[in-house]
């Protein structure tokens, strides 16, 4: 994610993790982001470790980041 993201955002962001995801994980990453209010898709890359997540309502990146945390993956500074 860049640095220069707002909190609060519509549109597609996306997160670049520290580490390849293992695949049982990135099935867990996506059915559990698209639960959230907002989320219109969520696309990982697990080898390359690039999450793509697209809201068509404002949503705020630190619950995406508390999904992320939950699942074990940790995201770039």
Do not use: N
Not at 2 to 28: C, H, I, K, N
Not at 60 to 73: A, K, Q, T, Y
């Amino acid at each position: 994610m860049m640095r220069d993201t707002p909190r609060t955002f519509v549109g597609s962001v996306v997160f670049l993790l520290e580490s390849p995801v293992p695949a049982e994980v990135a099935d867990l990453v996506c059915a559990d982001l698209s639960r959230l209010p907002g989320i219109s898709r969520c696309d990982l890359d697990a080898a390359a470790g690039s999450l793509l997540v697209s809201a068509e309502a404002p949503i705020d990146r630190s619950d995406i980041l508390e999904v992320l945390d939950r699942l074990g993956c940790r995201v770039h500074p």
